[in-house]
């Protein structure tokens, strides 16, 4: 819902750096997170943007662009762990009865040694 | 451990029957939300309850129902179920009514199997 995009799949090297992108629809936004899933678990909380900029939290940094529609998780110094489906979550209509999360599809992450 | 307890983990059964899967919320958590995650789909918002009255739908089917009791433990009800039904059933707990500006706390998932 909310035409939230992101790649179905991505791929990197152990200690390097790695970017999932996001793109989702202007209208009604009000919020972004990004949430880690490791297969048959539960969705753990990454970050949250409302405000453009970059937010940064020790290897992950997560960035928004409100005008843009657009967001970013970058991945630093990876790890095998990390390996993990990424997803992208927007809020629509924040304030109202109707504010709700909406998910992307989420992109699955393969760390290789 | 998030602290949102679901139960069961998993649950097999056939076609055209009944369950319920059941949320209980962080302590002091007042919102539960409810989300179905299948193979090919992302995850899919179902409802939302807020102190024991719904708050907002998404896309939930007719044959699901559920329900947030004085205690905040929440039940979700599948009925007739389809092969299609088959999913990881989420549930979620936040502090917040009207609008999200911190995390959602998921339980582990409860997996249907329909047959």
């Known amino acids: 819902g909310q035409n939230i995009d992101q790649p179905t799949e991505m791929t990197a090297t152990e200690g390097a750096i790695v970017q999932i992108n996001c793109t989702y629809q202007?209208?009604?936004?009000?919020?972004l997170f990004w949430y880690q899933q490791h297969a048959g678990e539960a969705p753990t909380f990454l970050s949250y943007?409302?405000?453009?900029g970059l937010e940064e939290k020790g290897r992950f940094s997560s960035f928004l662009s409100r005008s843009k529609g657009y967001s970013y998780l970058l991945l630093k110094e990876l790890q095998m762990k990390d390996s993990a489906s990424y997803l992208c979550a927007a809020v629509f209509d924040r304030g109202s009865t109707l504010g709700r999360l909406y998910f992307g599809r989420g992109t699955q992450l393969t760390v290789w040694p | 451990d998030s602290g949102v307890t679901q139960t069961p983990k998993h649950l097999i059964t056939a076609t055209g029957q009944r369950v319920t899967l059941r949320c209980s919320p962080r302590?002091?958590?007042?919102?539960v939300y409810w989300y179905q995650q299948s193979l090919d789909q992302g995850l899919q918002f179902l409802i939302h309850?807020?102190?024991?009255?719904?708050?907002a739908k998404g896309n939930i089917l007719e044959r699901f129902s559920a329900q947030q009791f004085p205690d905040l433990h929440s039940e979700l009800n599948l009925s007739s179920l389809e092969l299609g039904d088959s999913a990881l059933y989420f549930c979620?707990?936040?502090?917040?009514?009207?609008?999200?500006?911190?995390?959602?706390?998921f339980g582990e998932g409860s997996r249907l199997t329909v047959l």
């Open positions: 309850y807020y102190n024991g009255e719904e708050r």
């Open positions: 943007n409302v405000l453009d």
């Open positions: 302590s002091g958590d007042l919102s």
């Open positions: 979620a707990s936040s502090a917040e009514d009207r609008g999200l500006t911190g995390e959602l706390f």
């Open positions: 202007t209208s009604g936004f009000n919020g």
